[in-house]
């Protein structure tokens, strides 16, 4: 935040009020908390640079929350077009349009896509939102959150009796000890999971070699970049086998060694964070989770795109008009690796232009 407030007053970034507050919003509103909700958004209004907003928009204690919410997010979103932010829904509270980012219990969004490329029109006094959709998929399989109520720390610190001791401190074994059962409970969580959904393991599923990775990667969406994870001797593990080691353990982890605890310990802490999300399967066999942790995906929600922002999204036929349920952690096919650009305005022209047959224009509500 010091950073973006000291690139506008430098002039070193060029954003209007509309894209400051977006950004300010987005990546900050979650990260602090307000005894009244409603200072999510009026405490950041300091942050920008000098100039007016709107009547309607000027601090008022007299409104509610959602009131607020909607008011702003229809500012927002009019003047900046960034239907990233959607993703700030929570999709499920009260009075509060599915679509409307909810800045007390909605996600944060990281990445913010810059370009107005997208149609968005208000309807039924700003309650509905009409925007261009690209649907991609159906879900058909649901795995609802599950929460594994271990601790994995960031690293281990061991001690010994003295420096040249092999004696460990009894601290240190029961640390090491610990580790060892959460594992465990880890890996019991996983075969149950399996079980459900395959009725069986599945290393045990007769999965291809592709379907067995979909997998793997769906047990840990949000940590694609992890390719391997580091043990504090540099020795590389990746994905595929801290997740074969984890399904075969044996009773006698300890026996290991410390450099295999450290390594299993750091993926089952992977694990245990995007299990906590809903994972679901969809029509053409792709794994995805839903970024809203209190909103589950059922079979029959649409996977889609919506132009004008870079990410995926779940939507839910409901009556006239569509639901948001929440964020994928997909994003279009460009720019999608870390440090790099979610796409330029360009590229975002060129993908819709060329996917223009599949486009359609839905109301969210």
Known sequence: MRRMRNDLLTGRVAL?????????????A?????????????????LLSPRTLPPQLQPDYALTAEKIFLDYAVYLLGETKYLDILACSSGSRPGLPS??????VGSPCEYIHVGKVSHIRFLEENKKLEVECMVLSHVTKVLAPVE??????????????????????????????????????????VLAIETKWFGCRALDANLTPAELDAWIDALQIGFREMAAIDTP???????????????????????????????????CATLKFALRASMFQDSSGAYGRVRVHNVLPIPGD???????????????P?????????????????????NQNVGTVEQFEAFWTSNRHKTQRIVLQ
């Not at 679509?99 to 007390?104: C, L």
């Not at 540099?234 to 290991?256: C, G, P």
């Not at 649409?302 to 839910?316: P, T």
Request: glycine share 6%; charged share 25%.
């Open 302 to 316: 649409a996977i889609c795109y919506l132009k004008g922002s870079s990410l995926r999204f779940v939507i839910r």
């Open 148 to 189: 594994i109520p271990v601790d994995f720390e960031g690293s281990i610190h061991l001690e010994w009796e003295s420096e040249d001791s092999a004696v460990m401190l009894s601290q240190s074994a029961e640390k090491i000890r610990g580790l060892a059962r959460a594992i465990v409970m880890v890996h019991d969580v």
């Open 16 to 28: 209007n009020q509309a894209e400051q507050l977006v950004i300010f919003a987005s990546r900050s």
């Open 99 to 104: 679509w409307v980012p909810d800045w007390k």
């Open 233 to 267: 001797q540099h020795h590389r593990h990746t994905a595929r086998q801290l997740y074969v080691t984890l399904m075969n353990l044996t009773d006698s982890i300890i026996e290991n060694g410390i450099d295999f605890i450290t390594a299993m310990s750091e993926y």
């Open 318 to 338: 409901e009556q006239d008009g569509w639901r948001l349920v929440g964020a994928d952690w997909g994003r279009l096919p460009f720019g999608v690796a870390e």
């Open 30 to 46: 979650f990260a602090f908390e307000a005894t009244d909700e409603r200072d999510k958004i009026y405490a950041l209004l300091g």
